[in-house]
């Protein structure tokens, strides 16, 4: 049979004229490769399927050509490779599908509860209200409505906390730093670093010795108050306000003043610029102590007096035991009798802050050294003048929050 046989065989095949294979075709294929390739090819494509006596001795073409064209299965896998490729980009930017995913829903989370005041940025709480005593009210970070501000309360960065007449509140920061505000303050936090702004009121600091380089900062509007691990009070008033250090350093620096550096003892007055209208040094024997609400002593701090008498000042106790006062914080004065004489309190070293109810000192509360007598005139406790400059009083007062 020869190969125009071959090609006359295929077409009648093609269209069901042929049901058998003359034995003279498998011969011919057996010694015809052109034909036994163009078979195979047309076999695989159009299912026309040769017996397998046929086909056993017939050379697998298709091996042979996918050998010359490079390689076998190179078509295939070139087709299979088209489908391949999404796959990999698929694995490949799955991950940056789920980073972009999980920021949608940070974004659109966090702006959420920072509108709230739920969270900062880092989503960590910066304090906690420990004691929040009669009114005390917080207002979220973003909110404009204050509103009850109670124990446990988690704070963030921008919340602010203020306390009305006759209220105290006890914050905690993560590193143990405390902060005790007084009645009339208002107490911004802000984070770990520069733990707050201080706008206004009293406010007693007890801040934990920092390891890392550095210093933990208050904002108050004349400018930056560092602490370096220490204990002080801090007063801010519309005309005059007043650090008094007990313990470790504390430097004051004011936008438009020089700074004042600040040691155990030290008193600074200075006015709503920054500028400073009293300083005294330690050396004297004056002591401020602040009480806490459970009778404990917040702040022991020994201040000078350049306005004391030689006489000395007797001590002055609280007017009841710090554990059942009703103030959140109470204050006494004292001085170490230096000559044994005459005890009586000068009229011009200690006088009240403005606003702030002074309780009466009791005949009993004032010790007296030696056995002398001592008493208290009218004018042993002075009303802070209502404008400055009229007298170079302190404006540390010795009356609760």
């Not at 046929?54 to 295939?76: E, N």
């Not at 005041?117 to 910066?126: D, E, F, R, W």
């Not at 005309?239 to 004011?254: Q, T």
Request: charge should be negative; include cysteine; proline fraction near 5%.
């Amino acid at each position: 049979m020869s190969c125009q046989k071959i090609g006359e065989w295929l077409e009648n095949s093609s269209v069901g004229g042929l049901r058998g294979m003359p034995a003279e075709l498998g011969r011919h294929l057996k010694d015809c490769p052109g034909c036994s390739a163009l078979i195979s090819r047309l076999s695989n494509q159009c299912g026309v399927r040769l017996p397998e006596s046929l086909t056993a001795g017939i050379p697998d073409m298709k091996k042979q050509v996918f050998a010359q064209i490079g390689g076998p299965g190179t078509r295939s896998e070139e087709r299979s490779g088209t489908f391949a490729w999404p796959l990999f980009w698929k694995l490949a930017l799955l991950p940056l599908v789920v980073m972009i995913a999980l920021a949608a829903v940070y974004f659109v989370t966090d702006r959420t509860t920072r509108v709230n005041g739920q969270k900062t940025l880092s989503g960590k709480a910066v304090a906690t209200l420990i004691r929040a005593e009669n009114l005390v009210e917080k207002l979220r970070a973003g909110a404009t409505k204050y509103v009850n501000a109670m124990p446990a309360d988690q704070l963030f960065a921008g919340d602010a906390i203020r306390t009305g007449d006759g209220a105290s509140a006890e914050l905690v920061f993560a590193d143990s730093s405390k902060v005790l505000l007084g009645s009339g303050a208002w107490f911004k936090v802000i984070d770990a670093g520069r733990i707050g702004e201080h706008l206004r009121g009293r406010a007693v600091y007890d801040i934990e010795k920092q390891t890392a380089p550095g210093s933990v900062e208050v904002v108050v509007p004349q400018g930056i108050t560092a602490v370096l691990g220490t204990k002080f009070v801090q007063e801010i008033g519309e005309i005059r306000s007043f650090i008094a250090v007990s313990e470790g350093v504390v430097e004051f620096r004011p936008d438009n003043h020089e700074r004042q550096l600040l040691r155990p003892g030290h008193l600074l007055c200075f006015d709503s610029s920054g500028r400073v209208t009293e300083r005294k040094e330690p050396g004297s024997a004056l002591v401020v102590k602040l009480y806490d609400l459970s009778g404990n002593v917040a702040l022991d701090a020994a201040l000078s007096s350049e306005n004391a008498g030689s006489e000395g000042i007797p001590k002055i106790a609280p007017p009841v035991e710090p554990a059942n006062m009703t103030d959140s914080v109470a204050t006494s004065t004292q001085k170490i009798d230096e000559s044994g004489d005459e005890n009586r309190l000068a009229s011009d070293s200690v006088e009240t802050v403005p606003e702030v109810d002074t309780p009466a000192v009791a005949s009993d509360d004032v010790s007296v050294p030696h056995g002398n007598a001592s008493e208290t005139s009218e004018d042993s406790i002075l009303e802070e003048p209502s404008q400055p400059g009229e007298s170079g009083q302190s404006s540390l007062g010795v009356s609760g929050f």
